[in-house]
């Protein structure tokens, strides 16, 4: 985590968020700026660093330009916690809604998930050759190829013991023991059983698997902020009661290939420290979490002292304890939410950021507009990410056997007509590029799996010719969507 996080320097991080984002550089320099402040401070000393506060993100533009693709590379960059919530979701206490706090909650979990994975990742190898060896004991069980033992020698627990050398005598009707060829066949039996397996040439076949119940009662007690500040550990009590789940098996029928799949995962459980874990991931939450806040401006009191007025305001005075610091319960133990940063975006149509109240604009220091989208950011949007919607469409022909290929004409109509469309309708920025070019492939994509081997070329005539100068449906045209 160090090496990487040294390595992205803010040049480094505009430059990749650029692979994925078109335009909007402020807003980039501003998050790659506050993303190396989190390095920064890693480097100072305990004392000096515990006063070091992110300098938290208010990003405003209209809907569709980037705000939340941002906030969600960044935190792929730096591969730290990250959490997206919506502002409208929450509540003032007593009214319908979640709890403020619950956002810190599910940071935590979403950390812990996260550093779980990285460390699944470091004991694959010997998870993978875990589970194949008890995948090939169930097989040759499955194949009566199971350890042979001779019916002259001792059996259960006295087989152990070394110092007993003598055999038994044979029991009457005992099976006669197998001569040294038999044994040698068997032998080969199973080990060639090993190699299939290996070279997963058996991967569709049915086998019988012993595997662990994890179904665990749920016990679901409503707090007053909601079930999820409850402090109730399910597992615990179940072991107080001496049914512990991760003590219980059952018996599944599934393929090789599934069952491979579940025993790898039952051993990497072995292998890992889930205390060692939960700690990193703690820490990680605190000090490199990264909270999403979308549709901030939802929130803004228009100036009423009743109806959703008093809600909306109670939310900002609840988001600001959680925004300035403090300490918030959650199953893994209480974590702080000082050092989390926090971006919050809104579109603002109807409201100013200067509405929100005074303490709350206080705790986003660094603010920064997004403009809005023009015709040319379209035809970059279209081309230039690696993810770019042109090339989304493209693999997804590829997989029918139809070749799909976009003409430069082609990629400026669309757009033109998506533009044009956004000054006419509702701005709904980049995304009104994905209702344009799903109209104008929908017939082909329905009959793609007939057309296997073709190659289909859109054009500036073939843009025309489905969608027209203004893209709209004229079934929907009454409606103005």
């Not at 259960?156 to 070394?162: F, K, L």
């Not at 007690?221 to 999820?228: A, C, F």
Request: hydrophobic share 40%; with cysteine; glycine share 6%.
């Amino acid at each position: 985590m160090t090496d990487i996080a040294a390595a992205l320097t803010p040049s480094e991080i505009t430059r990749r968020l650029d692979e994925y984002i078109v335009g909007q550089h402020k807003a980039k320099r501003a998050v790659a700026v506050a993303l190396r402040n989190r390095w920064r401070r890693r480097q100072l000393g305990a004392e000096l660093a515990a006063d070091v506060y992110p300098k938290n993100i208010l990003m405003v533009g209209p809907t569709g330009v980037g705000k939340t693709e941002i906030a969600r590379r960044l935190a792929t960059l730096a591969r730290a916690p990250f959490v997206k919530v919506e502002a409208t979701k929450y509540s003032e206490v007593g009214y319908h809604g979640r709890d403020v706090e619950s956002m810190v909650r599910d940071l935590v979990d979403a950390a812990v998930q996260m550093v779980r994975a990285e460390k699944v990742k470091e004991v694959a190898a010997r998870a993978a050759a875990a589970a194949e060896e008890r995948l090939w004991h169930a097989a040759v069980d499955a194949a009566g190829l199971a350890d042979y033992q001779d019916p002259r020698s001792v059996t259960g627990a006295m087989q152990s013991r070394a110092w007993r050398s003598e055999p038994t005598a044979v029991a009457p009707g005992s099976p006669d023991p197998l001569s040294s060829d038999e044994m040698l066949a068997r032998e080969r039996e199973r080990e060639q059983l090993r190699a299939d397996l290996a070279g997963r040439r058996f991967e569709e076949r049915t086998i019988e698997i012993q595997v662990r119940d994890t179904r665990t009662p749920t016990l679901s007690v409503m707090g007053p902020q909601g079930n999820e500040t409850m402090g109730f550990d399910t597992q615990a009590l179940q072991e107080l009661w001496g049914r512990s789940p991760g003590n219980k098996v059952k018996v599944r029928k599934l393929t090789v290939a599934q069952a491979r799949e579940i025993l790898q995962e039952e051993e990497a459980d072995k292998l890992l420290d889930m205390d060692a874990i939960v700690q990193e991931a703690v820490d990680r939450a605190q000090n490199d979490g990264i909270v999403f806040v979308d549709e901030i401006d939802k929130i803004v009191s228009s100036g009423g002292a009743n109806g959703p007025d008093v809600s909306r305001e109670g939310v900002q005075r609840d988001l600001l304890s959680v925004v300035e610091g403090c300490s918030v319960y959650t199953r893994y133990g209480h974590v702080r939410s000082d050092h989390m940063l926090f971006l919050a975006a809104g579109a603002f149509h109807y409201h100013k950021p200067s509405e929100l109240i005074p303490e709350l604009q206080g705790r986003f220091p660094v603010r920064v507009a997004l403009t809005p989208l023009t015709e040319a950011d379209f035809v970059r949007i279209l081309t230039e990410p690696k993810n770019a919607l042109t090339r989304q469409y493209a693999a997804l022909f590829r997989a029918e056997g139809v070749e799909l290929a976009f003409t430069p004409d082609g990629v400026q109509k669309l757009a033109t007509i998506a533009f044009r469309a956004n000054k006419t309708t509702q701005d709904i920025g980049a995304r009104r590029l994905m209702t344009i070019l799903e109209k104008c492939l929908e017939e082909l994509s329905f009959d793609a799996n007939e057309k296997r081997g073709q190659k289909i070329v859109v054009d500036g005539k073939l843009v025309e010719q489905r969608l027209g100068d203004a893209g709209d449906d004229a079934d929907l045209i009454p409606y103005r969507l």
